[in-house]
């Protein structure tokens, strides 16, 4: 059974860089019918797609978020991870990562996700 | 960022049938089958219910039912039960820019 768990400091200050990890377990992070997505949801509100990864480590990023993200890929320790630059409190959410499928645009499954705050 | 457009709420006594209708444009909801829905509990992390319009994943109650017409997008729930009170938000792929992935806002279902 596929899991991820996403792992990351819960507090990070204003203008930092936001750092997150998800590891995959029951499955490879390899597998070519799939990429790898981070969605965040702020306190009380929807969701939002971040951006997704292949395992080649080819990226697509949300255009809102795009000059401030980064998502790389380590198939070695079958893990992918964010970042996310010059942040301010409006990057503060729970931060999920899940599987996407490569033909179609479902998510599942999901992490438990992580609550990142910024805050000073 | 465009959103797919969802009513906040929508509610229904046990054993009642509900829908929820989820709007977007020719850009996504009704330019392709890539529709899906998602079921989260407070505190909890989404999961998915329904997903290419109509399909639901090994699991899912076949109480949950999804259909489309043009570009708007539903998501029934018959025989409504207390465990299925949760926030509900619908997906599609978009080709509007490089988005490729767009949610809605999210509706709360709230069994009386």
């Known amino acids: 059974q596929l899991q991820l768990q996403e792992s990351g400091p819960g507090l990070v200050k204003p203008s930092e860089t936001l750092s997150l990890t998800c590891t995959v377990s029951?499955?490879?992070?390899?597998?070519?019918?799939?990429?790898w997505g981070w969605i965040r949801q702020p306190p009380g509100k929807g969701l939002e797609w971040i951006g997704s990864i292949y395992y080649s480590g080819s990226t697509y990023y949300n255009p809102s978020l795009k000059s401030r993200v980064t998502i790389s890929v380590d198939t070695s320790k079958n893990q992918f991870s964010l970042k996310l630059s010059s942040v301010t409190a409006a990057d503060t959410a729970v931060y999920y990562c899940a599987r996407r499928s490569c033909y179609s645009s479902w998510f599942d499954p999901w992490g438990q996700g992580t609550l990142v705050t910024v805050s000073s | 960022q465009s959103a797919l457009t969802q009513p906040a709420s929508v509610s229904g006594s046990p054993g009642q049938s509900i829908t929820i209708s989820c709007t977007g444009t020719?850009?996504?909801?009704?330019?392709?089958?890539?529709v899906s829905w998602y079921q989260q509990h407070p505190g909890k992390a989404p999961k998915l219910m329904i997903y290419d319009v109509s399909n639901r994943p090994s699991g899912v109650s076949n109480r949950f039912s999804g259909s489309k017409s043009g570009n708007t997008a539903s998501l029934t729930i018959s025989g409504l039960q207390a465990e299925d009170e949760a926030d509900y938000y619908c997906s599609s792929y978009t080709s509007s820019s490089t988005l490729y992935v767009v949610f809605g806002g999210g509706t709360k279902l709230t069994v009386l």
């Open positions: 020719s850009s996504d909801v009704g330019g392709y089958n890539y």
């Open positions: 029951g499955g490879s992070i390899s597998s070519s019918s799939y990429y």
